[in-house]
């Protein structure tokens, strides 16, 4: 069992910054991509940032240049600085982990995924 608990939303007026935070917890062998998804009310589920094992970094064009997503592998958690928000980045955000429970070499990730943490970007 592995749980993903999520920190940090909240209101925040346009312009404003605000940082997410993630940490995972269970039967963790070792964790692959970890990563942000947002979903706005009436919209679909979408990818914010993605993070590998290796620091390599993924950005959605909507965000880029706005958001930093970081990682510490020793401590299983991400975390995701918002800078420049704007009221299209309303939305819950989704913290994603693809988590090996097994050291088996031949052990399949499984995609788990936190409650969500709203945030509201509003003057």
């Known amino acids: 069992q592995v749980q993903l608990e999520e920190s940090g939303g909240g209101l925040v007026q346009p312009g404003g910054s605000l940082r997410l935070s993630c940490a995972a917890s269970?039967?963790?062998?070792?964790?692959?991509?970890m990563g942000w998804y947002r979903q706005a009310p009436g919209a679909q589920r979408e990818v914010v940032a993605v993070?590998?094992?290796?620091?390599?970094?993924t950005y959605a064009d909507s965000v880029k240049g706005r958001v930093t997503i970081s990682r510490d592998s020793a401590k299983n958690t991400v975390h995701l600085q918002m800078n420049s928000l704007k009221a299209e980045d309303t939305a819950v955000y989704y913290c994603?982990?693809?988590?090996?429970?097994?050291?088996?070499?031949?052990?399949?990730?499984?995609?788990?995924w936190g409650q969500g943490t709203q945030v509201t970007v509003s003057s």
């Open positions: 994603n982990a693809d988590v090996y429970t097994s050291a088996s070499p031949f052990a399949q990730p499984f995609s788990s």
């Open positions: 269970g039967s963790i062998y070792r964790i692959s991509a």
């Open positions: 993070i590998t094992p290796g620091g390599t970094t």
